[in-house]
């Protein structure tokens, strides 16, 4: 008996999506529930499961074809057996590399960021040792596997000599994908949709970094989670967020609609682009809630898990670049949002303090705002309140 496998539902919003890479090819044992395929949309990856054992007859689309919800993928004869039961060494080679017959390894079953990694550095596929489910390559196999090899000597092998002439300027063209165009998409949109500005302060962490050393050791063991930077900024601006309504709200039309709730977007990179999952009501929620929900949306968003309910929605963003160093930003709105909050590097700097110079744990932050519905007071007297409150966490307590 044969079964059809499509494109399942997706979803909402999402109209199409682009099938990255089959697992298994015509003749390869499945099993039920494995997954057969990687389908990208612009907004996260969906897995295509096998519906029940046999074997995967016939392929009807490629690898890099656009394909739309109920299209039909393959065909499984269930309950059939592989012709040959695959032998366990080569299985795992086979699992993640084929060879042509000119000797050009095929990657179509590696993932877009091992895939990248492997034709940047011109390496077979076949030489790596897999760690990754079904004896599939990861990056952090890719990366191991280079950090072992040879430093190159004066004189480098011949395979390794320039194929182009000396001065040659060559180059390399590399699809978008589909979340890279839908993050350019948004980009422009907001910049051309909406009168974006940008203000700045500075806060002193030294608060802070007291409560973090204070209490690190007991947060962790009754919470599960370390005690981070983000939860500060989240309650910080949610105070900031009732006293300036207007900053939490977005335009519909003619009309501002105002958010009486507080659905936070936390910016997340990951290898195939920026992310914003959501953290729902977190004005009800406590530190270790907002660290535990941020953790664990982070790993999701770099593991390909995250579903399109914790993407969707959102009143107002944070974002931090001061992880990969940057001092100061002009972040961009997260668009129908009318604000977004940038955090940056803690530098320690020499600060007056009572009268007398001390070196302080500073950080530059700032707010990029649509000037159409929110006025430069309301946007600067927002970044004094969320400065207040992180120089002085009491006031979050007592709502002052």
């Known amino acids: 008996m044969t079964t059809e496998i499509k494109v399942p539902q997706l979803p909402e919003s999402v109209t199409d999506a682009t099938l990255v890479a089959w697992h298994k090819r015509p003749g390869d044992a499945v099993k039920r529930d494995e997954n057969l395929a990687d389908l990208e949309t612009d907004k996260v990856v969906l897995e295509v499961p096998a ?15 656009v394909v739309r919800s109920g299209q039909l993928l393959a065909v499984i004869e269930a309950g059939a057996q592989a012709a040959t039961a695959p032998k366990a060494a080569p299985a795992v080679v086979e699992a993640r590399s084929e060879t042509r017959a000119d000797g050009e390894a095929s990657k179509d079953k590696l993932s877009p960021s091992v895939r990248r990694l492997v034709e940047e550095n011109r390496l077979d596929p076949g030489a790596i040792p897999a760690s990754g489910r079904d004896g599939r390559l990861t990056k952090s196999d890719v990366v191991g596997f280079l950090g072992k090899q040879p430093v190159p000597t004066a004189e ?45 302060n500075e806060v002193d962490l030294t608060v802070v970094n007291e409560l973090r050393a204070r209490y690190k050791d007991r947060f962790e063991k009754e919470n599960g989670v ?116 940038g955090m940056h590097k803690i530098q320690e700097r020499p600060m007056v303090v009572g009268g007398e110079i001390r070196i302080r744990p500073m950080m530059y932050i700032a707010i990029t705002y649509d000037h159409r519905i929110i006025d430069g007071r309301e946007a600067v007297q927002f970044l004094v309140t969320v400065k207040e409150c992180l120089e002085d966490p009491g006031r979050m307590l007592l709502g002052i």
């Open 51 to 65: 519906p029940a054992d046999g074997v995967l007859r016939e392929l009807k689309v490629e690898s890099g074809t």
């Open 156 to 200: 480098p092998a011949p395979a390794l000599k320039p194929a182009l002439p000396a001065g040659a300027r060559a180059e390399h063209r590399v699809p978008m994908t589909r979340l890279r165009q839908r993050i350019a998409q948004r980009m422009v949109e907001a910049q051309s949709t909406q009168a974006l500005l940008t203000s700045f």
């Open 226 to 341: 370390k005690l981070g930077f983000m939860s500060f900024f989240v309650k910080a601006s949610i105070e900031a967020l009732k006293k300036f309504p207007v900053v939490n709200a977005s335009v519909d039309g003619s009309d501002i609609l105002y958010h009486e709730f507080y659905d936070i977007g936390v910016a997340v990179s990951t290898e195939r682009g920026l992310v914003v999952p959501v953290v729902r009501d977190a004005d009800i929620k406590g530190f270790g809630v907002i660290e535990k929900e941020i953790g664990e949306y982070a790993k999701k968003a770099r593991s390909g898990s995250l579903a399109i309910e914790d993407l969707t929605g959102g009143t107002f963003t944070i974002t931090n670049g001061g992880v990969f160093g940057s001092l100061m930003s002009t972040p961009i709105v997260n668009a129908p949002q009318s604000a977004i909050l």
